[in-house]
Every structure is written in structure tokens, then in C-alpha cells.
């Protein structure tokens, strides 16, 4: 930088000339974020994105759900959420993902199989009534999250031990959720006046 640059920095800095770009006072803040920035703002991962994501659309529903208002409630850009997802498609997938973090794997073994799908019937609805905005995604969206292939596999399992083949085990397991997520907007629909 040129002496006659650096003296006005200098005397922007102090208050004694005029306000510089960069300058914190001039600007209302840091001009770049430092190390003592960074460590005052928890670290963003993915997972708290999309834990953010499913509060906000409980919060305000699926369509206000933008990267940039996310960034915001996050207290960072929108853009630096794409370090974390690819795009709104991969969030909005992330979003399915982060309610499976919520559903429980199913009972130890031993448990009797029609036991096990009420429990599992028990955890969608649940589900839903937690997060009525983002339920939708749970079928519209084409993801199966490593958590829901292990949940499906422990009731697959169950069911193969009570004697079920695999596929049927499969088809049972569809329908299950299937009648829940189906049912559960038809019951809200009704319930009101």
C-alpha cells in the first residue's frame, strides 16, 4: 500500500478523515470476518443446516423455505449453505433425512411382529403431527437416508423372522406408512369446521 493510502487508512481508522471502505466504524461492522469472528458464530455442518431447514418449514412452511432466508435464520449468506448442500433439491431432500434422525429403529427382537408395525405406525404419525409442513416430502421426495434403509432393514428382518418372505415383508412395510401419511391429511381435513 502507498504511504499517502496508508496514512488516510490510518486516519480513516482513528475517526480523523473520512470514512473508508473497510473501515468497521464507517461500515457498521468488520469489513472481513477474522479469527475472533469465526469463533463467535458456532461452526455450521450439515446436520444443523437441515435441522434449521425442518424448524423453518415448521415454522413457515415448505414455500418461504429459500437458501437465502435459511442463511439468515443461520446468521451466515445464503451462498455458504451450499457448502453443505448442493442445491434447494439436495435441502429439501436433507429435510426428509433429518426427520428419519427422529424416528426410532424398531423393537429388539423377540417383539411380535403386529407390535411392531403400530409402533411403527405410532412414529409416522407422530412425525407428521411434529412436522405437518415438511410431511409431504416423506412421498414426494426420492431419497431413502442411510437411517431409514437401516429402520427398513430391522423391520424387514422382524417380519422374515414371523415367517414373512421378503417381499412380503416389503409390501407390508409400504403399506404401513403408505396408510398413515395418506390417512393423516384426510383426518386434518375433516376435523375442521
Known amino acids: 500500500m502507498a504511504p499517502r493510502a496508508r496514512a488516510a487508512r490510518a486516519a480513516s481508522m482513528a475517526g480523523n478523515g473520512p470514512p473508508m471502505a473497510g473501515n468497521p466504524a464507517a461500515t457498521g461492522g468488520p469489513a472481513m470476518a477474522g479469527p475472533a469472528d469465526s469463533a463467535a458464530r458456532p461452526r455450521l455442518t450439515r446436520q444443523k443446516v437441515l435441522r434449521a ?3 423453518f418449514a415448521d415454522a413457515n412452511g415448505l414455500a ?3 437458501m437465502h432466508k435459511l ?3 443461520l446468521g451466515v449468506q445464503g451462498m455458504s449453505l451450499y457448502s453443505h448442500v448442493a442445491s434447494k433439491d439436495a435441502l429439501l431432500d436433507g429435510i426428509v433425512e433429518a426427520m428419519t434422525w427422529e424416528a426410532e429403529m424398531p423393537p429388539a427382537d423377540g417383539a411380535d ?3 411392531a408395525l403400530r409402533h411403527l405406525a405410532r412414529e409416522i404419525r407422530a ?3 411434529r412436522h405437518p409442513a415438511a410431511a409431504p416430502l416423506l412421498v ?3 431419497v431413502m437416508p442411510t437411517r431409514r434403509l437401516e429402520q427398513v432393514d430391522a423391520y424387514v428382518r422382524l417380519l422374515m423372522r414371523a415367517g414373512f418372505t421378503e417381499d412380503r415383508a416389503l409390501d407390508v412395510l409400504r403399506t404401513v406408512p403408505g396408510f398413515k401419511i395418506g390417512h393423516r391429511p384426510l383426518t386434518c381435513r375433516f376435523a375442521r369446521p
Request: net charge negative; no cysteine.
Open 53 to 55: 431447514a425442518l424448524e
Open 64 to 66: 418461504a423455505l429459500s
Open 71 to 73: 442463511g439468515a435464520e
Open 113 to 115: 411382529w403386529r407390535d
Open 127 to 129: 412425525m407428521i403431527l
Open 140 to 142: 414426494s421426495r426420492p
